[in-house]
């Protein structure tokens, strides 16, 4: 079992930055993969990025390659997402999820097992 719990969700003007971290505790952190989904009302939940167990590797979704880099720190079991250069268009509730080291489809909500309760980023215009 894995609980998580982001934080460093808020209001911020296009153009700006924001870090949202993950603290991530219970078993061992290195043998999860860890992501971020984010979500608006209405909407299914959408992937953002996700990092390997030992952080070497990453991926992105299109919309935010170049913008948004994940990165985990395994000593201290968290997870965090430098936004930068934000946009009206990335406001939503951003959540943090944990699944398998072994997963093949890393950008599929249902291959996570674990998800935090979201932190909320709203962008202004």
């Known amino acids: 079992q894995v609980q998580l719990e982001e934080s460093g969700g808020g209001l911020v003007q296009a153009g700006d930055s924001l870090t949202l971290s993950c603290a991530a505790s219970?078993?061992?952190?290195?043998?999860?993969?860890m992501a971020w989904f984010c979500q608006t009302p209405g909407k299914e939940r959408e992937f953002v990025a996700t990092?390997?167990?030992?952080?070497?590797?990453?991926s992105y979704a299109d919309s935010v390659k170049g913008r948004f880099t994940i990165s985990r720190d395994n000593s201290k079991n968290t997870i965090s997402l430098q936004m930068n250069s934000l946009k009206p268009e990335d406001t939503a509730t951003y959540y943090c999820?944990?699944?398998?080291?072994?997963?093949?489809?890393?950008?599929?909500?249902?291959?996570?097992?674990?998800w935090g309760q979201g932190t909320q980023v709203t962008v202004s215009s």
């Open positions: 999820a944990a699944g398998s080291i072994y997963m093949e489809n890393v950008d599929r909500r249902s291959d996570y097992d674990y």
């Open positions: 990092i390997s167990g030992s952080g070497r590797t990453t």
């Open positions: 219970g078993r061992v952190f290195s043998m999860y993969r």
